[in-house]
């Protein structure tokens, strides 16, 4: 998943840079995801490139079929993944209410053993 996020950031920069665009300088104005011209990339657009990407990364056997996943999946597995209580996870995804933390909280969690008597 970093080197997919590091991979974008790159893309994104250097169409930027071709372009001459300026960097905005707050991060919540830098899209992840730009189209060649560099602006963000619309809804339709990203859901067509993704389904490229996912039948590209099967062909070149980087996945399975059966490991195909779909962007909301990364949602997902990035809650699981956080460190943290359930809390925590619930903060950082900004859930308000912890119901949701059922659905998108995958992990198993870690519980001490019983003790025989």
């Known amino acids: 998943m970093r ?5 974008l950031i790159a893309h994104r920069n ?3 840079k071709e372009k001459s665009l300026p960097v ?5 104005n830098r899209p992840l995801v730009v189209s ?6 619309q809804k339709s657009s990203l859901d067509t ?10 062909t070149e056997h980087a996945i399975t079929p059966a490991q195909r996943f ?13 460190e943290g209580t359930r809390a925590d996870k619930q903060h950082a995804s900004g859930h308000k209410s912890e119901s ?6 995958l992990s198993v969690p870690i ?6 008597d």
Do not use: C, N
């Open 3 to 7: 080197s997919a996020w590091d991979h």
């Open 14 to 16: 250097a169409i930027w």
């Open 70 to 82: 779909g962007l909301h999946d990364l949602k997902r597995r990035g809650i699981s993944d956080t």
């Open 111 to 116: 519980v001490q053993p019983s003790v025989k």
């Open 24 to 28: 905005p300088l707050r991060a919540e």
């Open 49 to 58: 490139a993704w389904q490229r990407f996912i039948r590209r990364a099967i």
């Open 100 to 105: 949701m933390m059922d659905i998108y909280d």
């Open 36 to 41: 060649e011209d560099g602006s963000a990339l």
